[in-house]
């Protein structure tokens, strides 16, 4: 049958192969030959240094041979980032902010099929709330914390340990608010609340990427990212343990300890990065650093 998980991969092949339809008409070499960046962005770019056009020629390959070598001198990690408490406390909320994410996107659906009964596609449907809410949750919180900071009232590192504190203890709520939840509509509720409460991380410890370092925040995003995916495979394995300790997919007891490991997985998150979180920026330190290294080889 074309119908069922057949029609599912040929949907998710054809929409990704659109994806890089788009991507081959709309991507440009550089900022300077990208039809929708403006001159003002440009000129934003060329003063923090970020090469703006790909063109080329002698003048334009000695630009490039000399932003390679600058770019070189500080492509490979310094390790001792790693001892910082400030980075840490970020690497530590993606991990978190992963597992609470995995699990209740991933596994919601059983819920609703093996304890509420609702046919399969009945819970696609209610699955698209939670998402729908997530965007429109994103936009609102980028322009709350822009507010919050431009006024002066609330310094920037009180903004990310807010915002985050909100993003996991909201998360944690709605999953405890599900313990509690009888029938659909009030299941969809509280996931859909669970995962707008997410959004708020936007301006939380994904923020702190840019807020630690402008010459590391890609490799710290990779390191975050590492550890989010392995925190995002174990998330079937506890999952799926603690429903077979409760009895199964069936069984509420098993659901009830799920529910309440993203609880514990919020606190400990939300505790682990306010206590850790900083707004320093890390280059300053590294670089004074690389300095006495230097100093001391002479």
């Known amino acids: 049958s074309l119908l069922g998980w057949r029609l599912t991969l040929i949907f998710s092949g054809c929409y990704t192969l659109a994806f890089a339809a788009l991507w081959q008409a709309l991507a440009a070499s550089g900022p300077a030959e990208c039809a929708y960046v403006g001159a003002e962005e440009l000129r934003e770019l060329e003063d923090l240094g970020v090469p703006v056009s790909s063109s080329r020629g002698p003048e334009a390959d000695a630009k490039a ?15 001792r980032i790693l001892l910082l408490p400030s980075v840490w406390s970020v690497l530590l909320a993606h991990t978190a902010f992963n597992y609470n994410r995995y699990l209740m996107y991933n596994w919601i659906v059983t819920y609703y099929t093996d304890i509420l009964g609702v046919a399969v596609a009945e819970a696609g449907l209610c699955m698209l709330w ?10 609102a919180v980028g ?3 822009d507010a919050l900071a431009a006024s002066g009232r609330v310094s920037a590192l009180a903004v990310r340990r807010s915002f985050s504190a909100l993003g996991y203890l909201g998360t944690g709520a709605g999953a405890v608010a599900l313990l509690f939840a009888e029938g659909r509509f009030a299941t969809t509720v509280c996931v859909t609340f669970a995962s707008a409460m997410q959004a708020c991380h936007n301006a939380g410890f994904k923020s702190s990427y840019g807020d630690l370092s402008r010459e590391y925040s890609g ?19 506890v999952a799926a343990s603690l429903l077979e300790a409760g009895g199964g997919s069936s069984s509420p007891a098993g659901w009830r300890a799920v529910f309440l490991s993203v609880l514990a997985c919020s606190i400990i998150g939300t505790v682990l990065f306010a206590a850790l979180v900083s707004t320093e920026d890390i280059d300053a330190r590294l670089r004074g650093d690389k300095d006495k290294d230097a100093k001391k080889e002479k």
């Open 219 to 237: 490799l710290l995003r990779g390191l975050g990212n590492t550890l989010g995916t392995a925190s995002s495979f174990a998330v079937p394995l």
């Open 65 to 79: 041979v000399a932003q390679s070598r600058r770019s070189s001198q500080r492509a490979a990690l310094p390790w």
């Open 130 to 139: 939670p998402n729908l809410f997530d965007a429109l949750a994103s936009l």
């Open 143 to 145: 322009r709350a914390a």
